[in-house]
């Protein structure tokens, strides 16, 4: 890397860095932000930075770990609970607004019908990255309102899939345009066939011997490697890295590994696709907002006329109540960073001219950035539902139980959550363990708990309680540290081995904490008792009595709520 790369790098940090944490205090969101990071440091505004082709093949890899996250999320028992909506709603609003778009591109605007073909349906995606974070900031993630946006978001994430293989088909010179299309479709179904039948007896079978090597830093290497492997094998027989990402992210999504796998590729991610965002703010010429913003106002406002024309109809029609199908319409009008991929990848093909690409790029970005607007009107709508109070006790009592630690003590755990039907899931570092209590039919899955982005993934920001069995003194008390400050309403229940333990813990802010060698010890003390023909009442008493003396220690709220 040369000096002036390197500068360059630092330069969009620093912008990001700034800017970012700002437009997310102006409840613009994060890709606002990296957006306008980009502006600001571009070519068309200060001119710090005009290397921008080498920077957008670079961050190019944001959008292929974001297409592996996606398919590792898109689990097809997920899909088949809400088939309805994801394969009703969600279709018929992507191909009608997509045929909407490009029959008005093409014979209003004059612009050739290979272009048309690709501009409808790219610009029929909303931004999945955006609506998600909202959606979270808002905390309406699990009510109808939410659910119905994410199976929108989930068919538009799927439709990406035929679309990315589409582009370079409609570069070619060969055939006319629907048989280009038709041969997307068979050579997406085609591969994917294929590359899952492959996975399924290679890439399960070698994730676990890596697992039991017991090496983090190995697992990380084979993460990036199947992904970024993946991604080049679909490149070289014609297809986008972003689509093989797609299909490695589907292959695991079904694995116990796939929790531990996304933890260690979002930090990348993360990074990587911010970078995205930035190199598509520095190719925004911002001369053609200043030479007409009256025209590109209307374009952004007819976008957003026509998604709010077709999908609102569309909800009622499926059965989507009237609040809820106006704020899922709202909070899905914009156009998304996928319509943003696939025109810069258009335009690297020839697809789309270079005027014509800037027209687009503008569209979608001006539209991304009317969103918050747009998110806090739906927002407004759906809070005015009297049903509001109870979809968020629901929320609450329906949220799930985590174990951190699956051996013995996590096992019997879950054991008894079982028998009272309640719902959990388990990790556990052991691949061994992970692959027995599976086979088992239990909720387990692989990984390290200590690391943020993995807890995260299994759902611990809305879980009521996380219940921490490890067998090492020094993990444990890091793990409470760590879900006291990432999750403070959550209710820790922690495992030690003494009582000068069980006061640190307590003291760090777990919610309930146990000695297990107290607990082992009445046990003992129970069953000794019980033979010497002690009455059952005075052995529970003193027994009861013992053990409130020896907690007392820690005070007696903690010990009431263990």
Known sequence: MNSYMLIDLILLLVAAVVIVPLAQSMRLGAVPGFLLAGVLVGPYALGLIDNVSEISHFSEIGVVLLLFVIGIELKPSVLWNIRRLVFGLGLLQVLLTGILISLGVYYLFDIPLKAAVLIGPALALSSTAFVLQLLREQKTFNSTYGRTSVAVLLFQDLAVVPLLALVPLLASTEGDVGQNVGLALLESLIILILVIVTGRYFLHPLLHRIARSGNPEVFTASALLIVLGTATITEHI?????????????????????????????????????????????????????????????????????????????????????????????????????????????????????????????????????????????????????EMEGLETQNIVGSPIVIAGFGRVGRRIGQVLQRADKPYVALDSDALVVERERSAGHPVFYGDVRQPELLKAVGAATAKMIIITLNDTHATEELVITLRALYPNAQLYARGHNLQQCKELQQLGAFGVVSENLEASLELARMVLENCGEDAEAREKLLQEFRLAYYGNMGKDEFSGR
């Open 238 to 386: 014609g297809l986008s890295m972003a689509m093989g990402a797609f299909l490695a992210g589907l292959l695991i999504s079904d694995s116990s590994y796939r929790h531990q796998v996304t933890a260690e590729i979002q930090p990348f991610r993360g990074l990587l696709l911010g970078l995205f965002f930035m190199s598509m703010g520095m190719s925004l010429n911002l001369n053609l907002l200043v030479a007409h913003p009256i025209r590109a106002i209307l374009l952004v406002a007819l976008l957003i006329g026509i998604k709010v024309v077709v999908l609102y109809p569309l909800a009622r029609l499926l059965g989507v109540e009237k609040r809820n199908g106006l704020a899922v319409t709202l909070i899905l009008a914009q156009g998304g960073e996928f319509a943003l991929v696939l025109f810069a990848l258009a335009f690297q093909s020839g697809v789309l001219p270079e005027a014509l690409f800037q027209q687009l790029l503008l569209l979608v970005l001006l539209s991304m950035l009317a969103t918050p607007a747009l998110a806090e009107m739906a927002y407004r709508i759906y809070k005015k539902k009297d």
